[in-house]
């Protein structure tokens, strides 16, 4: 049983104009998607790690990496990766142990008042 590891979450996703597929060469129909890798305790999100880009095609679904773009998607990957902010809900585990540390603080110091 796998108590703890990481995920990939999607945390954006924005069509790509004047550019086509490299595979299909369908225009109007590529994305760039970010994914937020994070680390996870119990399937509650502990600690966001990086992200990564993707690009992928509408209609053939080819999905490439950032090292396999073409220059001029690479420069649109990066730009969506910079405007896209983490979700709150990745820091859920942190706000955990937080409140659970301050509670047992607090617990400890009023027994021994």
């Given at each position: 049983m796998v108590i703890f590891g990481w995920r990939e979450a999607k945390i954006n996703i924005q069509p790509i104009n004047n550019h086509s597929c490299n595979y299909c060469n369908t225009?109007?129909?590529?994305?760039?998607q970010v994914?937020?890798?994070y680390v996870h305790i119990f399937w509650i999100p502990i600690i966001p790690l990086h992200k990564k880009?993707?690009?992928i095609c509408g209609h053939c679904k080819l999905e490439m990496s950032k090292s396999q773009m073409p220059p001029d998607l690479q420069k649109k990957a990066?730009?969506?990766?910079q405007m896209?902010?983490?979700p709150w809900w990745m820091f859920l585990?942190?706000?955990?142990?937080?409140?659970?540390?301050l509670y047992m603080f607090a617990t400890v110091l009023l027994i021994h008042k």
């Amino acid at each position: 049983m796998v108590i703890f590891g990481w995920r990939e979450a999607k945390i954006n996703i924005q069509p790509i104009n004047n550019h086509s597929c490299n595979y299909c060469n369908t225009p109007e129909r590529l994305f760039i998607q970010v994914n937020r890798l994070y680390v996870h305790i119990f399937w509650i999100p502990i600690i966001p790690l990086h992200k990564k880009t993707y690009s992928i095609c509408g209609h053939c679904k080819l999905e490439m990496s950032k090292s396999q773009m073409p220059p001029d998607l690479q420069k649109k990957a990066k730009d969506c990766k910079q405007m896209s902010k983490t979700p709150w809900w990745m820091f859920l585990g942190l706000f955990i142990v937080t409140f659970f540390t301050l509670y047992m603080f607090a617990t400890v110091l009023l027994i021994h008042k």
